[in-house]
């Protein structure tokens, strides 16, 4: 597959200005992203994710041409997005959390019909896009109500529209659930899967919910102080760090913390009991015969490591850890 995101040794450069005195001000050079290398190929859908201040937001904004790199290369469909902005703006898509690409006053549809004209797309293609948006997004209700009166998962629905209904080969989303519900949530996953899947859309995703992560890349990138820590397969990430699983047992009875091989129990609430053990040292089953020989069991289940708990350990411990 061809490469239509190319990043070599990017880094951006702020300059900060500190009160030293009543009149005097200092000058701090702040590397907000430092030599980041990448490349994502057509269709693929590649997590970004990182702590706030991770570098990010601004490495979205290089890539869509509002900021200009302090160093390194970037190409976009191969072009430069700083020079070729407007190029770039056609064939990419965004979705910033935060903000919004919709007239706040107008009704979701006038703000679709506007959007046709900035874009320039043509009146056929652009009904049958929309067409398709609807009934995957279930806008059919709110269409006609204007977006200040929208809830915050129907106004999501619309950015998502609004981003994609000139087919653009690239799709950057920034925080695309912030603040959702989680049938919003699970509406906006599936939708950008399918979008991915039959239209072999790329997605570049940052978020802070890590559940989309899992539910949507394989690949995942982990940038921190600018830097990208890792650049891979998840379930391999997961597979190395989230060693760790939790075996949460229901007795019929509230009981002492259960003294068992191989596990420690990490919490206890009534006669519910948390677990934790390592897969090298001792099977779910055998976990569960030495619980069911010490107390009465009313149920189980076996939590796995979630990705959030996996770049936890990668922060505390680095690569190496």
């Given at each position: ?48 994710i990182g702590p706030n201040g991770a570098g990010k937001s601004t490495t979205i904004k290089m890539l869509t041409g509002i900021l200009v790199p302090s160093g390194g290369r970037i190409r976009v469909v191969g072009l430069d997005p700083s020079r070729r902005r407007v190029e770039v703006a056609r064939r990419i898509g965004v979705v910033f ?225």
């Amino acid at each position: 597959m061809a490469a239509v995101i190319e990043v070599e040794q990017l880094e951006k450069t702020f300059t900060v200005l500190h009160k030293t005195g009543r009149l005097r001000r200092t000058r701090t050079q702040v590397h907000a992203v430092a030599g980041v290398d990448f490349t994502i190929e057509a269709g693929e859908m590649v997590g970004y994710i990182g702590p706030n201040g991770a570098g990010k937001s601004t490495t979205i904004k290089m890539l869509t041409g509002i900021l200009v790199p302090s160093g390194g290369r970037i190409r976009v469909v191969g072009l430069d997005p700083s020079r070729r902005r407007v190029e770039v703006a056609r064939r990419i898509g965004v979705v910033f959390g935060q903000r919004t690409q919709l007239w706040w006053d107008l009704p979701l549809r006038d703000s679709f019909e506007l959007l046709r004209h900035v874009y320039r797309v043509g009146p056929q293609r652009h009904a049958q896009n929309l067409t398709g948006f609807i009934d995957l997004l279930d806008m059919g209700e709110f269409l006609d109500t204007p977006v200040r009166q929208l809830s915050l998962g129907q106004r999501m629905r619309g950015e998502l529209t609004a981003a994609l209904l000139h087919d653009p080969e690239i799709v950057y989303l920034d925080e695309p659930t912030i603040g959702l519900d989680v049938v919003s949530k699970a509406q906006v996953r599936e939708f950008l899967a399918t979008i991915n899947r039959e239209r072999g859309t790329t997605v570049l995703l940052t978020t802070h919910d890590l559940a989309d992560i899992e539910r949507l890349c394989r690949r995942v990138m982990i940038i921190d102080h600018g830097r990208v820590l890792y650049d891979g397969d998840l379930d391999t990430i997961k597979a190395r760090f989230g060693t760790e699983r939790t075996l949460v047992v229901d007795l019929e009875e509230a009981a002492p913390p259960i003294a068992v091989e191989g596990a420690e129990v990490v919490k206890v609430e009534g006669p519910r009991q948390w677990l934790r053990f390592k897969r090298a040292d001792v099977t779910a089953a055998d976990l569960v015969a030495q619980v069911a020989a010490r107390a009465r069991l009313v149920d189980l289940s076996v939590e796995e490591p979630d990705i959030e708990g996996v770049v936890r350990r990668i922060y505390l411990e680095g690569l190496d850890g």
